[in-house]
């Protein structure tokens, strides 16, 4: 089934919507602390959606609970600190680093076939982000770009344990994802964070304008559009549109942010956006299983 041009229309929203997130989120960073605002992202999700999507059951909900702690608490607790110490447009590059890490985590826990596009896609992938790490700009933060990097290496686990979990409805787990790491965020930054108060009092209506728009526009509305194109069509079909995030938040940090994009940064992004695009657009053939 090919896709339709609305269709199409609505897959680089997705990517724009995500891209976005990270503009929005990088301006909110400048004001409360990191952890704080995921608190406040998934608060708002949550509100959102529960009521909307049905109560799985008790054995269901447990493991739900150990996803959304590493899959969005640790996740992105780990991801929107490194963000803190970044230009939106490098973190965005070095997230990509999700697609090799899912890879590896595929085949060393759910014992997935490696092809050798994979592996040209992995090295190609990390072969970027470590000429990334290597910019001169970068040489006081590379602890920010070891933090992003373990972001994406645990969103990469999330996706292993989400797996593993059986049909669930994508609806009904982000709404209970965010039921649960809301409260896991917000005791995560009262333990490591501090100055809530005075972040929250000094908020201006455009940092609390980019709260929302990760909460509702980013996460509910951003997942809404994604689940409904997976609804319709193969992954194959819809996955490459994702290629657009990074590019989104590259020129978007370049023209509303001002951030520089040198051209060891440009090369690097190239090389990781390769290699994502090899692992997720070469199909691979496999052969029938004999009966």
Sequence with gaps: MRLKI?????????????GGGFLFAKTAIDHFPPILLMAFRFTLTAVALIWFVPRPNSIVLKRIFWISLVSAAIQYSLTFSGLKG????????????????GVLGAVLILKD????????????????????????????????????AA?????????????????????TLIAWVAVFASP??????WLFEHNHFNAIRDASMLVWS????????????????????????SVN?????????????????????????????????????????IINLIRTETKPVEQ
């Design 6 to 18: 609305s269709d199409i229309f609505l897959a680089i929203s997705v990517a724009v919507i995500w």
């Design 86 to 101: 970044l230009d939106a447009s490098t973190a965005i590059i070095i997230v990509q680093l999700e697609v090799p890490f």
């Design 113 to 148: 076939r490696l092809h050798l596009k994979h592996v040209i896609g992995i090295a190609l992938a990390f072969s970027g982000v470590v000429l990334i790490a290597g910019e001169p700009s970068l040489k006081d933060n590379l602890f920010y770009v070891l933090l992003v």
């Design 151 to 171: 972001g994406a290496m645990t969103w990469a686990v999330g996706q292993v344990m989400v797996k593993t979990l059986g049909p669930v409805g994508g609806f």
């Design 184 to 189: 896991q965020l917000l005791l995560s930054s």
């Design 210 to 233: 980019a709260v929302v728009y990760l909460a509702f526009i980013m996460t509910a509305l951003g997942y809404a559009i994604w689940y409904h194109l997976l609804g319709k069509y």
């Design 237 to 277: 079909q819809v996955m490459p549109f994702l290629l657009l995030l990074p590019v989104t938040t590259v020129v978007g940090g370049v023209l509303l942010l001002d951030e520089e994009l040198t051209v060891r940064i440009a090369i690097g992004g190239i090389l990781a956006i390769t290699g994502v695009a």
